[in-house]
């Protein structure tokens, strides 16, 4: 919970970080971050930075970006790599904040699953930078013409709720992606876990003074109040904004940046349709129910790739399904949520759906006692019902909520898919011997044009930092479908502008364009062919 | 000059092209075309299509775009090629009637330049969809995951006034990028050339009766009235808009698409900036001025890329250089313009760029006699002046006009390089000797960051066929940094979403993410190794 006072001014707030140093705000309000499994509200006041401190952060950020044109990509990738080891280094004190700020579990969750992630991609990042394929240098020689993507800017990255290390405006994917492309970053901190960013800062300053890259690099400020996040996006010296939200936030920036013709790669909502064939469902249904629900209550639901919607042929084959599923989720305790916002957004989310025609199997209420947890929550409808409510029964609930559809053949299936809007991933489970191929071939069609990963036998959670991922998909799962968050080096691409040098004499020409190679790993196009090493 | 009549839907009009068939279009009114340089009005009445034709058009494209996700990418390159081929059989009417519509020259300019760069984009178009390079395929076999880059479903060209082959809506870049990348186009030809616009499509429907492609693959209207424009690219069926024009009709087309979340690429507006350094200056003046007036002067300026704004150094060494760029700007004819509008918005333009401090060289008036022709126009101005001016003097003048700026030193040239709007290009040229290397450093890494091509000793007209190139830049020349238009395979990737498979088996990967190759020639990244074959 955020409480904010704009009386509140003259309360000591703890500094943003500009330009290399922890600077007093000018704030108009400050807020504190809640324990939401105790509801006891921190002792620490964060400030809400007026345009003022954007404008310090947009001066300096500019300075950087100048600057950073002319240092190599090893002392890029230097910096990433000394930020994973501050980062390994106090990893138990970002651990223990990070709980307290998110209820979050300790154990796998933050310590080995989140906090590894987080300096993983921070290495990869470093890797990406130093080896600079991402880059896509490309070789005429014949024609004199060479280009690559270069960096773009001063990169605004707006962090949401519910990975505090992984996705933090200051740590996370997005972070790493601008940074490895060359740019500086102005970070926009998720007011749900200040302090977790505070120390993230802390880290990322620390290896910034070891770097020698310019102090703007890397800033950062706690919160801004809405017309201050739209003018900042929008503002001439931005060259990208990345945000991660939900879909009301993001489509009011988006607005903002695109009508000032600035780039911004957003991700704003998924359902991550999960599709069960009929053999699949009769050969192990049981394992699904488990798999399913291991998915879709990890973290109380709050993953971009939740299972929010299922589908299913047949009423009978369902209400077994629907029987497993219902134990699961009534006999599992539910996590805590981020907040009590989460919490009460949730819960009109789901009385939505049901006042929209779904009914509850199982759940559909807040958990009374401590903490914001909601009741693990299952809902069905019919196939007929959700065709028929449209767009009302499409609602992200971001929680720990799903809603199984039985459809009635896979004609009506094939229709529902088609009535979704853009989602980042989608399923399809099959019977393992080969019974549903005949079914898979219109399903997958319908739905691998409606979301950005189609996945097979596998749950959508657990978004894996490989090359070859992508965390993007059609409106409105994200702005624009060719662009991936998650995957590097394909997401520094977002941050990036396309330079092309025509004739340009060869001691002038960029080190990543030369006839030498600027290091033996990186892969260029020369002349229709790929190859490392010289021209 | 388009005559349009509401009251005329009586008229009768040419049919447009809607799945495979010529049909009467729903009206809402007709135009026809005017020769520029007799001032001839065309006999042949062509529609301006009501929404209803849009309904249409959309319908069979979504139903095109479905059907071609099976179609193998040999038969879209064959379907480029039997075009290419059939436009060079009636290469002589397409000259005789691009010629009369747009008075641009028979020889060299239409018959022996343009027509062939467009077979040769298509050819290149054909290559590359057959190679399958342009998907960037990204395989990581230990993962399990695979991603490429696939068709997005319907894309809206809008084809610009300037080249009527080689961009217009229906044999242009944008064309042949957005069917070579698997998607259906709907052309929105542009008014001033219907009759050749009609002959393309003649070319295109022929090769498409023979290629097997579905009918709703290629469809063209000749024009829409503007709000009917704006509901088209914001249709939830469109994958994408491509838009080549004017700065106004882009940006209001940019806001329409963005607000209903629809891809949109734009190439706007563009000064496209020209620095010629004092020993370049000294050493060559002359042979500069010529190849400026080459440059600036041929097709009347009338190039995207035509340079509209030079930068020398020092009145003296400029006065020369004014006085042989008098010489030649004044002797030479000028070329007709494309039309008696075109020629208005010129002379608008050089009026207010004088009224904004701009002082005559020579020129700047519409010439007297038949035709549309503006006297070859040079203007000069103080870099003082310039600087004070701000955007006024920053205004494209969109035909055979060019400013000439004299700056005081290289740190107010780099103060005013910086205070430029982004471009598709810049030039610098400088001394064979070496004399101006230290200057070059400051200019060109203030220049590089405005514009998305860069030039030595090089005018930026004539944007070569090269996978390196970049034809696009910076806001607001186009709409986004990171795409270009012209370069094939790079100008697909506009018209295509990343597609990601997630533990998907095997035998249900698309042909280009399979172990065994879709062909010889494409190359894919396999576990971060580039490679043709079997992964």
Redesign the interface.
């Known amino acids: 919970m955020i409480m904010r006072d704009k009386e509140e001014v003259g309360v000591e707030v703890q500094p943003i970080l500009i330009n290399g140093t922890w600077v007093a705000a000018k704030a108009v309000g400050s807020f504190s971050a809640t324990n939401p499994s105790t509801g006891e509200r921190g002792a620490v006041s964060f400030p809400v930075s007026t345009w003022s401190d954007c404008e310090r952060a947009l001066t300096h950020s500019a300075e950087a970006a100048k600057q950073l044109?002319?240092i190599s990509p090893a002392m890029i990738a230097a910096f990433l790599e000394r930020y994973a080891e501050r980062i390994e280094e106090r990893a138990s004190e970002l651990v223990d904040i990070a709980h307290q700020e998110t209820g979050l579990p300790v154990s796998p969750r933050l310590r080995e699953v989140e906090l590894v992630r987080t300096v993983t991609q921070l290495r990869q990042g470093a890797s990406a930078a130093r080896e600079g394929t991402w880059q896509r240098a490309?070789?005429?020689t014949k024609?004199g013409?060479?280009?690559h993507?270069a960096p773009?800017?001063p990169v605004v990255v707006f962090g949401p709720n519910n990975f505090p290390f992984a996705f933090n405006a200051i740590s996370g994917g997005d972070f790493v992606a601008a940074i490895a492309a060359g740019n500086p970053i102005i970070a926009k901190s998720h007011p749900l876990h200040p302090g977790t960013t505070q120390l993230m800062a802390q880290c990322a300053l620390d290896a910034l003074e070891a770097s020698g890259l310019p102090p703007g690099t890397v800033q950062m400020l706690y919160h801004v109040e809405n017309p201050t996040g739209l003018r900042l996006v929008a503002d001439e010296r931005v060259g990208a904004t990345s945000f991660t939200g939900s879909r009301s936030g993001g489509l009011r920036l988006?607005?903002a940046a695109?009508?000032a013709?600035?780039?911004i790669y957003l991700e704003m909502s998924s359902l991550n349709p999960v599709v069960i064939l009929p053999g699949a469902l009769a050969e192990r249904g049981q394992q699904m129910a488990q798999e399913l629900a291991d998915s879709a209550l990890a973290a109380a639901g709050q993953f971009c790739t939740s299972p929010n919607l299922v589908f299913v042929i047949g009423a009978d084959a369902a209400k077994n399904f629907a029987a497993d599923l219902k134990h699961i989720y009534a006999s599992r305790e539910p996590s805590v949520l981020l907040s009590s916002g989460g919490l009460k957004g949730l819960e009109d989310s789901v009385h939505a759906l049901i006042a929209a025609g779904a009914t509850v199997v199982t759940g559909g209420e807040a958990k009374s006692g401590a903490g914001c947890r909601f009741q693990n929550t299952l809902l069905q409808v019919s196939g007929e019902d959700f065709m028929a409510a449209g767009s009302s029964l499409q609602m992200e609930a971001f929680g720990n909520s799903t809603m199984l559809v039985t459809m009635n053949d896979v004609a009506q299936l094939c229709s529902a898919i088609e009535s979704l809007e853009g989602n980042l991933t989608g399923c399809i489970y099959s019977s393992a011997s080969g019974g549903d191929d005949e079914l898979?071939v219109p399903v997958?069609?319908a739905l691998?044009?409606k979301v950005?990963?189609?996945?097979?036998?596998?749950m959508p959670t657990g978004v894996?930092l490989?090359?070859?991922?992508?965390h993007?998909g059609?409106?409105?799962s994200t702005?624009?479908?060719?662009?991936?968050a998650v995957?590097i080096p394909?997401s520094l691409?977002?941050f990036?502008?396309?330079?092309?040098?025509?004739?340009?004499?060869a001691g002038?020409l960029p080190a990543a364009l030369r006839d030498e190679a600027p290091n033996p790993s990186m892969?260029r196009?020369v002349d229709?062919t790929?190859?490392q090493g010289a021209v």
Chains 1, 2 share one sequence.
């Open positions: 044109r002319n490309v070789i005429d024609a013409i060479r280009s993507f773009m800017g988006k607005e695109e009508r013709g600035r780039p898979y997958a069609e691998c044009f950005g990963r189609l996945l097979n036998d596998k894996a490989s090359p070859a991922m992508n993007g059609p409106y409105p702005g624009h479908p060719g662009f991936t995957g394909a691409s977002r990036a502008a396309l330079h092309c040098y025509d004739n340009v004499r002038r892969w196009c229709g790929y190859k």
